[in-house]
């Protein structure tokens, strides 16, 4: 019985042996051996840096923040220029005495000059609305036309004879119409 019982873990330390060299020789095919359960945890939570979604947010904000600024820039140099245009209408050409009294005039000056550049892009603002709202009317008034020609025309080319067969008259018409136009005859 002893002699059964010693190969039977004879056979198995082969059998683990052969199942160990396997292994190692896998290990080395496929360069080397897997990452431990913790390798792994920490590599998927390392932040490699690319996320599309962030990205996306921090274009859209940093491009945001560049028209914000180009704008703060544009209003800071059209507030200088008018603080120029205005200084120089409001400034007072009295300068004997009273300076409580030019200071009020040189407010009240600024206002109604602040005023007036009001009034005057507001009117801009309504002409250029009203020239917008005219082309905008001729191009609907032109397009309409437009169908209605084509509409016209397309009863004219759909007609049929008693037969069936199509009217040749208007399709003919048509051609030399086309053949006009290409030629710049009216």
């Not at 205005?86 to 400034?91: F, N, T």
């Amino acid at each position: 019985m002893k002699k059964f019982h010693q190969r039977d873990e004879h056979e198995t330390t082969d059998r683990t042996k052969s199942a160990e060299t396997k292994r190692r020789k896998n290990m080395k095919r496929l360069g080397g051996g897997g990452l431990s359960l913790q390798t792994f945890a920490n590599m998927k939570s390392n932040k490699n840096g690319y996320n599309p979604a962030l990205i996306k947010k921090q274009k859209e904000f940093y491009k945001n923040a560049k028209y914000v600024s180009k704008f703060r820039k544009s209003m800071k140099q059209q507030n200088v220029h008018d603080k120029s245009e205005i200084g120089e209408s409001s400034k007072v050409d009295d300068n004997d005495g009273g300076d409580d009294d030019d200071k009020q005039k040189v407010k009240s000056n600024k206002r109604i000059g602040l005023e007036d550049v009001y009034k005057q892009t507001k009117e801009e603002m309504e002409k250029a609305r009203m020239e917008r709202k005219a082309m905008f009317q001729a191009k609907k008034e032109a397009k309409e036309e437009a169908d209605s020609r084509r509409k016209v025309a397309k009863g004219k080319m759909m007609r049929k004879t008693r037969h069936g067969q199509p009217v040749m008259k208007y399709r003919i018409e048509h051609l030399l119409d086309s053949i006009k136009k290409s030629a710049g005859i009216d």
